[in-house]
């Protein structure tokens, strides 16, 4: 609760006025929605606003913060939301661990509708994307915005906010699947309230990065702000379009899209793919830029290469949503664009592995002996294979036999695991001995740990589904010699069973190494020694020292 | 250009228009035009709208996450028209908000499942796929049976969807509580309105085998047993269909 003794008296005040409205807001529905689901959720926004209030109130007349403040970049967010990431992280990758067993062993849902299969996996898709992902590239932009800008947050209140409504969004979204409330949109699955509240926060945060550039004493805006931005902006473009639906009544969870059918599916996969491009891909990329140049102490090998694949991944990606209904019932010509740009779109994808790899040229005895840019590396190294594959699935050919199959799933797995995950391993190993001023992790020895249990895990994971998906595809197309088809479709279910044990097997190594990575972190924050102030701790006062990829 | 670049990266207010027209445009070319092709959804006459219990099944349906594992959605592709049925038009999904096409197949596709099996065979296997299908790793679905069905909010449901472009009738909407009783009661003066309503083919029948009782289980299997026949248009030979789209 330190947090409140970090705001201005006035920062109190707003704080105040902002959470008797989120209160007066939650009691509407929970009154209007007493007899439905919703009034649960009312009910909790008021409580937790109640909560959050008492403790403001409490807090109210300690000493405001000082002057001093303004020496130094504010951080607090940046830990706040870095904790936060890891508890979901642990939260999403067990309910995706329980998942996954379900499809192995059925009746691991006690009878009760809250556990069972349909309700649960939206608990670990959101949770791990928008709980992990999202909680960690808030806290990681927070930090990097203001040290690429040379330029603290404009004030105390907003990025707690943000941090604080995001994460109301997230409880609302897991706690509704386990109680039926979705829309079920992939990815999207919150119901209307919920989305009108997450615009409320993302607008704020939009605002906050740009007061940050506004004051930016650094004449030229960073490369992995860029990303940010995209991350931001195109992610607000896509939430609005794809959640607009008319509520039954103020008083019901439930709502209507207002697309149906074939405009729904094409709207639903352009921000279906396109959370991966910007929640998943931009926004980790702009965490790659900071940290991996900055870890190895390495500049950005290629500037040109920067801006080619910026461009190019915000261009293209927003084309290639409709290879996800190939030999559908969308119109061809849409089907053969998103093919089309899907294969263009590997131009600049590897330019951005590349340019993450050639970085680490000169600085490979690190990647050796470190296992936090280890992490790293292995992440640039799965985003190469995994936008690779990506491609390649979205050929129409290779899509017949792909789509609907465990491949897929495997393929989203090589990227959330190899990918995002590892990045955001390694920007937080490497962030945190930076925020708690420590001289490095609790334990380096836990770290290495912590790698091979992923690296393990997601090998695992994505032979695993290769292997079901391809072998699936083919028993379902299968013919017998007098023509007819060869498999049931039980029988192909039947060949699964020992790769969803295997899949099953190499997330909860991935679990287990998630679960390391928090009691390290804790150890390092409760135990670890101090470490000197770092040069860029300190906001510059002379002349400005060299930032990575200048 | 690298110049430009070097100019437009010190305005943060060019950068972010350029990032917002960058992204833009590949949703505006392939998106816009599927409103305003009006070949893009075939023209059906005859399609009729889910009642007002197939509604309500449709909403649990959604809300257990079937669509997570079943597709509604065949494809062009020979193996799965003879595993599946004739593949889907856009139309059938015309009144689907949102659409329930899916993405993965860890079960059968269920576009064409409606009358593929009795209403026992469905109330069993969601009761307990086990019993019927030994290998199945579907979930047990057991409580629908004993849930109650929530029918008093279902004339705001039609009316919501009559906002986003299904057309019910003020009749509907007036009398969709007791249309979702009169579905599942065919003995009752209830049953009547259903098939005055929906036309003659609406299926009335005691879905969940109990016809005084009506649960989840009823809404659900209503709604299993319409699928892929709102419309007979995907058993029609393509050149029908082609003669409905040259009316205007």
């Not at chain 1, 992790?441 to 998906?469: C, D, I, K, Q």
């Not at chain 2, 709208?49 to 062009?76: D, F, K, W």
């Not at chain 2, 086990?130 to 047990?140: D, I, Q, W």
């Amino acid at each position: 609760m330190h947090y409140i003794d970090q705001l201005t008296r006035n920062e109190r005040q707003s704080a105040l006025v902002i959470l008797i409205g989120l209160c007066a807001a939650g009691l509407v529905l929970g009154i209007a929605g007493r007899d439905s689901l919703l009034g649960i959720h009312g009910l909790m926004i008021s409580i937790i606003a109640v909560v959050t209030i008492f403790a403001v109130i409490s807090r109210y007349y300690n000493p405001e913060p000082g002057a001093e403040r303004f020496d130094d970049y504010y951080d607090e967010p940046s830990k706040l939301g870095i904790i936060l990431a890891m508890g979901w992280a642990v939260i999403g990758m067990f309910f995706g661990l329980w998942t996954s067993a379900l499809l192995a062993w059925p009746e691991l849902t006690f009878d009760a509708g809250w556990a069972s299969f349909g309700r649960i996996r939206p608990v670990h898709t959101s949770g791990v994307i928008f709980g992990f992902g999202g909680n960690a590239l808030i806290a990681t932009s927070f930090y990097v915005m203001q040290r690429t800008c040379r330029a603290r947050l404009p004030d105390q209140l907003s990025p707690l906010f943000i941090l604080f409504g995001y994460n109301i969004f997230c409880i609302l979204a897991a706690s509704g699947y386990l109680m039926g409330i979705t829309q079920s949109k992939e990815y999207a699955e919150p119901e209307w309230y919920a989305d009108v509240w997450l615009v409320i926060v993302w607008v704020t945060y939009f605002i906050t990065y740009l007061r940050v550039l506004a004051r930016r004493k650094e004449p030229h805006i960073y490369v992995a702000n860029w990303y940010y931005l995209a991350f931001i902006v195109v992610v607000a473009i896509l939430h609005i379009v794809n959640n607009l639906a008319v509520p039954v009544s103020i008083g019901s969870e439930k709502s209507y899209s207002i697309f149906s059918g074939v405009q729904d599916a094409m709207t639903q996969w352009w921000y279906g793919h396109n959370a991966v491009a910007f929640f998943l891909t931009a926004g980790f990329l702009g965490m790659m830029y900071y940290f991996l140049p900055k870890r190895a102490d390495r500049p950005i090998y290629s500037y040109r290469m920067s801006i080619l694949s910026f461009w190019g991944i915000t261009f293209f990606y927003m084309w290639a949503g409709s290879h996800h209904l190939h030999y559908t019932a969308l119109p061809q010509w849409v089907q053969s664009l998103g093919m089309t740009f899907s294969v263009m779109l590997l131009v600049p994808s590897w330019m951005s592995a590349a340019n993450a790899l050639l970085t680490l040229n000169g600085a490979w005895d690190k990647v050796r002996d470190d296992a936090t840019l280890r992490f790293m590396m292995v992440a640039a190294v799965f985003y190469g294979l995994s936008t690779f594959e990506g491609s390649f699935m979205a050929i129409r050919a290779v899509n017949s036999l792909s789509h609907y199959t465990d491949w897929t799933v495997g393929h989203v797995h090589a990227g959330a695991l190899g990918w995002v995950a590892m990045i955001t391993f390694g920007s937080i190993y490497a962030a945190v001995p930076w925020l708690w001023k420590r001289e490095s992790m609790y334990s380096p020895r836990l770290v290495e740990v912590h790698f091979w249990l992923s690296v393990s895990g997601t090998v695992v994971y994505v032979l695993a589904m290769w292997n079901s998906g391809i072998i699936q595809g083919l028993m379902w197309r299968t013919y017998n010699e007098s023509g007819t088809l060869a498999y049931s479709f039980i029988e192909s279910m039947v060949a699964m069973h020992p790769y969803y044990i295997a899949r099953t097997f190499g997330g909860l190594l991935f679990l287990m190494g998630a679960v390391v990575g928090c009691y390290n972190l804790w150890m390092t924050i409760r135990h670890a020694p101090r470490g000197a102030r770092s040069a860029s701790d300190l906001l510059p006062t002379g002349t400005p020292a060299l930032q990575p990829g200048e | 250009m690298f110049g430009i670049h070097y100019r437009l990266e010190r305005k943060a207010t060019w950068l972010i228009l350029g990032i917002i027209g960058a992204a833009s445009v590949g949703g505006i070319v392939e998106i816009a035009p599927l409103f305003t092709i009006h070949q893009t959804v075939e023209n059906v006459p005859h399609m009729r709208v889910y009642t007002p219990l197939e509604t309500a099944g449709r909403n649990i349906y959604i809300r257990e996450g079937c669509y997570a594992c079943h597709s509604q959605m065949i494809r062009t592709l020979r193996d799965e028209v003879e595993r599946y049925g004739p593949y889907s038009l856009a139309v059938e999904s015309k009144y689907d908000h949102p659409m329930l096409w899916g993405s993965k197949r860890t079960g059968p596709d269920l576009a064409r499942v409606g009358e593929k099996y009795s209403d026992e065979w469905h109330v069993a296997h969601l009761t307990n796929p086990r019993h019927l299908v030994p290998e199945s790793v579907m979930p047990s679905y057991a409580w629908l049976g004993r849930n109650k069905l929530r029918t008093d909010d279902l004339g705001a449901h039609l009316a919501a969807l009559r906002t986003v472009g299904v057309p019910y009738t003020d009749e509907m909407i007036k009398n969709a509580s007791a249309d979702a009783y009169g579905q599942a009661a065919p003995d009752t003066p209830y049953a009547e309105g259903v098939t005055q309503r929906y036309g003659e083919a609406t299926t009335v029948r005691a879905f969940d085998g109990r016809p005084n009782d009506l649960t989840e289980m009823d809404a659900l299997v209503a709604y299993l047993q319409i699928l892929g026949r709102l419309t007979d248009a995907a058993a029609k030979p393509v050149a029908a269909r082609e003669d409905n789209n040259a009316q205007p």
